[in-house]
T-cell receptor, first 112, second 115 residues
Framework: SQTIHQWPATLVQPVGSPLSLECTVE??????LYWYRQAAGRGLQLLFY??????ISSEVPQNLSASRPQDRQFILSSKKLLLSDSGFYLC???????????FGPGTRLTVL | DQQVKQNSPSLSVQEGRISILNCDYT??????FLWYKKYPAEGPTFLIS?????DKNEDGRFTVFLNKSAKHLSLHIVPSQPGDSAVYFC??????????????FGKGTKLSVKP
């Protein structure tokens, strides 16, 4: 069966510091991978998605970037965090062409 | 411009009764709809989906109804249980260029089921 991992679970970072969140998927090959952010009181905002290694599409302009160095690994990064980057970050995967996405446990990021 | 709208931020229901969560959409190209359930500090869990070729899909206590003419779908939970208390997200996607497009999510409805 497929499983998706995210770490760390929680993170507190000062403004201006770098960020690296990691997501890995097991039990499937060539998945589509996604990064979402849920800000307080808001829905799920798609940040990035990837259909293959090295292929990244950005949905919104922002202070963040994403990379996919391996088939089942998706990384969310920032060089300098802003207060507005605080939120709950979710990684998800799907089988290419199918819409049902399966989410990881999430990372709570607080920028102070 | 929100393409998927969940106009009720919260809903409170008595245990054993029916919970009805509503979702409206504006994009007539959407052809696949999903409901997710989310507990605090956890990732959303896929609940149930429906294709636009159907108007109803049932899975245990969960039933999703789709009214394409009204661009409206609803999730019915019968009977409601305290463990159903969570935020429920509606999502939709459209078929574009040979593949299913990305999901568009509503803002969620917080369901509270009281014992």
């Amino acid at each position: 069966s497929q499983t998706i991992h995210q770490w760390p679970a929680t993170l507190v970072q000062p403004v201006g510091s770098p960020l690296s969140l990691e997501c890995t998927v097991e039990g499937t090959s060539n998945p589509n991978l996604y990064w979402y952010r849920q800000a307080a009181g808001r829905g799920l905002q798609l940040l990035f998605y990837s259909v293959g290694i090295g292929q990244i599409s950005s949905e919104v302009p922002q202070n963040l970037s994403a990379s996919r160095p391996q088939d089942r690994q998706f990384i969310l990064s920032s060089k300098k965090l802003l207060l507005s980057d605080s939120g709950f970050y979710l990684c998800a995967w799907s089988v290419g062409g199918a819409s049902t996405q399966y989410f990881g446990p999430g990372t709570r990021l607080t920028v102070l | 411009d929100q393409q998927v709208k969940q106009n009720s931020p919260s809903l409170s229901v008595q245990e054993g009764r029916i919970s009805i969560l509503n979702c409206d959409y504006t994009n007539s190209m959407f052809d696949y709809f999903l409901w997710y359930k989310k507990y605090p500090a956890e990732g959303p869990t896929f609940l149930i989906s429906i294709s636009s070729i159907k108007d109803k899909n049932e899975d245990g206590r969960f039933t999703v109804f789709l009214n394409k003419s009204a661009k409206h779908l609803s999730l019915h939970i019968v009977p409601s249980q305290p463990g159903d208390s969570a935020v429920y997200f509606c999502a939709a996607s459209a078929w574009y260029g040979g593949s299913q497009g990305n999901l568009i999510f509503g803002k969620g409805t917080k369901l509270s089921v009281k014992p």
